[in-house]
């Protein structure tokens, strides 16, 4: 019996991966050298098809990375000096706080809660350079919108703001000007194989990462900008999901059509799971609820997940403190609309 997976990271792969991987590998894409022409054209258009597509500013800088990870590790390596601050309500924001106290032992944080929109207010210590907020909280199912990022970064202007956006970018529109670093991997909401990262840059960014003048590391990202710039790589990079990065994206209908669909989808389900008593949404406040993933509590989610299996779905395990009490459901954009439709006769049939 064929799967279909809710699962959100690494998550259901567009079905036309297929197509674009036979023909990658006809037209000897896969072997080509990461120092050739072919190469440097490739990733060119796919730079700017990702300017196109997603609606970022012309005058940000992308560059690729290995993983969302990466991301984290390159700010507190290339753009921190001394500490960062870090704003996070789950599991991935205060991974991310840990990873660069590693690396910048004052990074400190706040946590905010669940049902809790985030205060624009919040006063941030002078020392702390950059201002770090997960934009959709993967393991909860909670968002920061747009709206609030933009208003922290006007209250601390001479402050970076870097935004991790892993498991929405490729999905929602993202005011990309509202910050100066917007990271993501393309195994979420861009509906591709794992094994990289995406990264945007303010050009304050930028002028911050070439003052601390980091260049210790293979990955400094001063290095990687200026590799980027000749549309070039550090090392020899994933040149499969370049590949279909670009094929993908030349085949989007835009990041605005997108984004209609899935919210779309997102009002369904909410309407859909008011039905229930023992499927409810974790999180209360529609707020800040998050548009590209789903967790929803029931009392024995083991149970939930081994029928949905034996029906033919996969669902997303709960993460961090709520592990045992929900199971998630990506809302990206390589879901169908029949695996929707069979995910939810299966709710209907058996919770209802
Ligand atoms: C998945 C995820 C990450 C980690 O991504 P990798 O590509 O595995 O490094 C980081 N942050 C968030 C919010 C995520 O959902």
């Known amino acids: 019996m064929k799967i279909v997976s809710f699962y959100p990271g690494p998550s259901r792969v567009y079905s036309k991966v297929t197509e674009f991987l036979y023909e990658a590998y006809m037209d000897g894409v896969l072997s080509w050298n990461h120092r050739s022409k072919e190469f440097s054209e490739m990733l060119e258009k796919t730079l700017s098809l990702m300017k196109e597509k997603l609606l970022i500013p012309e005058d940000y800088e992308i560059v690729f990375t290995s993983s969302a990870t990466e991301c984290w590790e390159i700010i507190a390596q290339s753009l921190t000096r001394e500490k960062s601050f870090h704003l996070y309500n ?63 970064k006007k ?75 000749k549309f070039q790589t550090p090392y020899t990079p994933n040149v499969m999901d370049i590949y279909l990065l670009m094929r993908t994206l030349e085949v989007s209908k835009g990041i605005e059509r997108m984004q209609e669909k899935l919210l779309g989808r997102i009002a369904d389900y909410e309407k859909f799971f008011e039905e229930f008593d023992s499927l409810n949404f974790l999180v209360k406040n529609k707020e800040v609820r998050s548009q590209t993933v789903l967790a929803i509590e029931n009392e024995d989610v083991e149970k939930l997940k081994k029928e949905a299996l034996r029906a033919g779905i996969l669902v997303g395990n709960g993460y961090g403190e709520w592990k045992n009490s929900t199971f998630r459901i990506a809302n990206f954009p390589a879901i169908k609309k029949r695996a929707v439709k069979k995910l939810k006769n299966f709710c209907w049939s058996n919770y209802k």
């Open 90 to 152: 789950g599991a991935f924001g205060e991974k991310w706080m840990n990873y660069a106290k590693k690396l910048k032992p004052k990074t400190t944080g706040q946590q905010f809660g669940l049902e809790e929109k985030l205060n624009t207010e919040i006063a941030i210590d002078d020392e702390s350079e950059i201002v770090c907020i997960t934009q959709n909280e993967t393991s909860n199912g909670t968002h920061v919108s747009c709206d609030i990022i933009d208003q922290i």
């Open 155 to 229: 209250n601390n202007p001479n402050k970076l703001v870097a935004v991790d956006a892993t498991s929405s970018m490729g999905g929602i529109v993202l005011d990309f000007k509202s910050a100066d670093i917007w990271f993501a991997s393309v195994q979420k909401c861009f509906g591709l194989p794992a094994g990289m990262g995406i990264m945007i840059l303010s050009p304050q960014a930028v002028q911050v990462s070439e003052s601390i003048g980091e260049n210790a590391h293979y990955n400094s990202l001063n290095f990687v900008l200026e590799n980027f710039r």
